[in-house]
T-cell receptor, first 112, second 114 residues
Framework: AQSVTQLGSHVSVSEGALVLLRCNYS??????LFWYVQYPNQGLQLLLK??????LVKGINGFEAEFKKSETSFHLTKPSAHMSDAAEYFC??????????FGAGTTVTVRA | DADVTQTPRNRITKTGKRIMLECSQT?????MYWYRQDPGLGLRLIYY???????NKGEISDGYSVSRQAQAKFSLSLESAIPNQTALYFC?????????????FGPGTRLTVL
């Protein structure tokens, strides 16, 4: 069954610095991949999704992710971190039967 | 108004008590899900329902039960709460018409079992 692994449970970046969050998927190429964001005291919201249409996917708030089949990866990046990017980020992949399998999450802290 | 609402938002209870967490949605989606979130474990699926007459166990259903009272309502019960059920609980919905399983989440219920 499909699953995802997020490397690094915590990432700390300076304001204005690059944000890079890593996600690798298992086994076969998934038809879809997602990044969700959870701001403090809120539910998860969709940041972006890969649907096989394009390997570079742009999302909300300046985030983007690139699907790399050769590396089985779907890393999330943002060129310049903002204080409002402090949140927990989850990578997810469909797991048959209209379910999602989530990674363990990466908490981003932004230093002033 | 929020599309997916959960009540209560916070609850502290004692071991052995029965607890019900409620979820309502105005998105008109058929599919509804209950997850629990624990630090370092991400979200794990407890139960899911594809319509009013359909209930399915997820990865970690032991100790939980659910009821789908209507298309818009899906409640989660802990029959006899225990401390390791302390977690953040999320309800989510998805549309039967979407080709991929994008889910929409409620704000969560923080449950503490003493």
């Amino acid at each position: 069954a499909q699953s995802v692994t997020q490397l690094g449970s915590h990432v700390s970046v300076s304001e204005g610095a690059l944000v890079l969050l890593r996600c690798n998927y298992s086994s076969s190429v998934p038809p879809y991949l997602f990044w969700y964001v959870q701001y403090p005291n809120q539910g998860l919201q969709l940041l972006l999704k890969y649907t096989s249409a394009a390997t570079l996917v742009k999302g909300i708030n300046g985030f983007e992710a690139e699907f790399k089949k050769s590396e089985t990866s779907f890393h999330l990046t943002k060129p310049s971190a903002h204080m409002s990017d402090a949140a927990e980020y989850f990578c997810a992949v469909p797991k048959g039967d209209y379910k999602l399998s989530f990674g363990a999450g990466t908490t981003v802290t932004v230093r002033a | 108004d929020a599309d997916v609402t959960q009540t209560p938002r916070n609850r502290i209870t004692k071991t052995g008590k029965r607890i019900m967490l409620e979820c309502s949605q105005t998105k008109g989606h058929d599919r509804m899900y209950w997850y629990r979130q624990d630090p370092g474990l991400g979200l794990r699926l407890i139960y899911y329902s594809f319509d009013v007459k359909d209930i399915n166990k997820g990865e970690i259903s032991d100790g939980y039960s659910v009821s789908r009272q209507a298309q818009a309502k899906f409640s989660l019960s802990l029959e006899s709460a225990i401390p390791n059920q302390t977690a953040l609980y999320f309800c989510a919905t998805s549309d039967i018409g979407t080709p991929y399983n994008e889910q929409f989440f409620g704000p969560g219920t923080r449950l503490t079992v003493l």
